[in-house]
């Protein structure tokens, strides 16, 4: 298990590992889980995705991370920012994409804001990332709520391979 690199009160939020494989996979081959987000993934899609957030720790210093409940130690999802440099999607400048994902079971107890609002306290602490950006489905409503309370703006409304998608712009905080 990896160090964690954030804590609330009820949350851990650490640097993926091989152990969390498995996790992953089932995380983003729930259909309920990623029906804002576009297809399930497949295992080798997963596990690509396990490997490309270690990639971005290694090059960028920042990426995803996995959120643990505090008390059971139980994996509920995923919260992080990472450079997708998404085709087609002109991003804005000195920007980072920020995304948060939780397992079904695990939605309306405010583990999300919980994890997101850690998240960037962390960014502006220790990153000094000028911006950072999301893509919201529009008809994702609670996951739009929560990019605004985290400061987020609606920027564009885009087509992202033939959907659309909400742009939605954090200038940080000034200090």
């Known amino acids: 298990m990896q160090e964690p690199v954030i804590e609330t009160d009820r949350l851990v939020l650490r640097r993926h590992g091989l152990e969390d494989a498995e996790c992953l996979r089932a995380l983003w081959s729930d259909p309920e889980v990623v029906r804002y987000i576009g297809t399930a993934s497949t295992p080798e899609e997963s596990w690509a995705r396990l490997l490309r957030y270690a990639g971005h720790w290694s090059f960028y210093g920042y990426g995803y991370l996995a959120i643990e409940e505090r008390a059971t130690g139980r994996f509920v999802g995923d919260v992080g920012v990472a450079q997708f440099r998404r085709d087609g999607l002109e991003a804005p400048e000195e920007s980072a994409e920020a995304g948060w994902v939780l397992s079904g079971d695990c939605h309306g107890h405010g583990y999300g804001r919980e994890a997101?609002?850690?998240?960037?306290?962390?960014?502006?602490?220790?990153?000094?990332?000028?911006?950072?950006?999301?893509?919201?489905?529009?008809?994702?409503?609670?996951?739009?709520?929560?990019?605004?309370?985290?400061?987020?703006?609606?920027?564009?409304?885009?087509?992202?391979?033939?959907?659309?998608?909400?742009?939605?712009?954090?200038?940080?905080?000034?200090c």
Do not use: F, K, M, Q
């Open 116 to 174: 997101a609002a850690a998240l960037h306290r962390w960014i502006d602490g220790r990153l000094g990332l000028a911006r950072t950006h999301c893509i919201i489905d529009p008809d994702n409503a609670p996951s739009i709520r929560l990019a605004r309370s985290l400061g987020y703006e609606e920027r564009a409304d885009l087509d992202y391979r033939g959907s659309r998608v909400v742009l939605l712009v954090r200038e940080r905080p000034a």
